[in-house]
T-cell receptor, first 112, second 114 residues
Framework: SQTIHQWPATLVQPVGSPLSLECTVE??????LYWYRQAAGRGLQLLFY??????ISSEVPQNLSASRPQDRQFILSSKKLLLSDSGFYLC???????????FGPGTRLLVL | GNSVTQMEGPVTLSEEAFLTINCTYT??????LFWYVQYPGEGLQLLLK?????DKGSNKGFEATYRKETTSFHLEKGSVQVSDSAVYFC?????????????FGPGTSLSVIP
């Protein structure tokens, strides 16, 4: 069966510091991968998606970037965090475009 | 364009009460419809889905029927438990061939009290 991992689970970082969040998927090959942010409240905002190694599409211009160095690894990064980057970051995967998305446990980021 | 509308709540129910969370959508083509649940501090879990009109998705006592005529996918449960307290998201995928993104509703917070 497929599983999706995210780490760290919680992160507290000062403004201006770098960020690296990692997401890995097990039990499937060549998944579509997604990064979402859930700000205070409940809404989900799609940040990035990837349909293959090295391919990244950005949905919203901002202080973040994503990379996919391996088939089942998706990384969210920032060179300098802003207060507004605080939130709950969710990684998700799907077999292909238009199929059900399955979510990881999330990373809670607090920027102080 | 594509959109999902759902009651935002919060909804507070007593244990064993009947639950309905309304969800309506607008979409071109033939979307797939989903309900996700998010327990406090956790990621989203797929609760149920339906991929064509008149399909009924069901899981853990929850049900939702894909109604194309009313463009609705209301979530129901006959008898809620305290453990059902969570945020529920209605979502749609517009079409596999259109490469449109998943559209999520704003979420409905449910609190079930003993």
């Amino acid at each position: 069966s497929q599983t999706i991992h995210q780490w760290p689970a919680t992160l507290v970082q000062p403004v201006g510091s770098p960020l690296s969040l990692e997401c890995t998927v097990e039990g499937t090959s060549n998944p579509n991968l997604y990064w979402y942010r859930q700000a205070a409240g409940r809404g989900l905002q799609l940040l990035f998606y990837s349909v293959g190694i090295g391919q990244i599409s950005s949905e919203v211009p901002q202080n973040l970037s994503a990379s996919r160095p391996q088939d089942r690894q998706f990384i969210l990064s920032s060179k300098k965090l802003l207060l507004s980057d605080s939130g709950f970051y969710l990684c998700a995967w799907s077999v292909e475009w238009g199929e059900t998305q399955y979510f990881g446990p999330g990373t809670r980021l607090l920027v102080l | 364009g594509n959109s999902v509308t759902q009651m935002e709540g919060p909804v507070t129910l007593s244990e064993e009460a009947f639950l309905t969370i309304n969800c309506t959508y607008t979409a071109t083509g033939y979307p797939s419809l989903f309900w996700y649940v998010q327990y406090p501090g956790e990621g989203l879990q797929l609760l149920l889905k339906a991929t064509k009109a008149d399909d009924k998705g069901s899981n853990k006592g929850f049900e939702a029927t894909y109604r194309k005529e009313t463009t609705s996918f209301h979530l129901e449960k006959g008898s809620v438990q305290v453990s059902d307290s969570a945020v529920y998201f209605c979502a749609l995928i517009p079409s596999k061939t259109s490469y449109d993104k998943v559209i999520f509703g704003p979420g409905t917070s449910l609190s079930v009290i003993p």
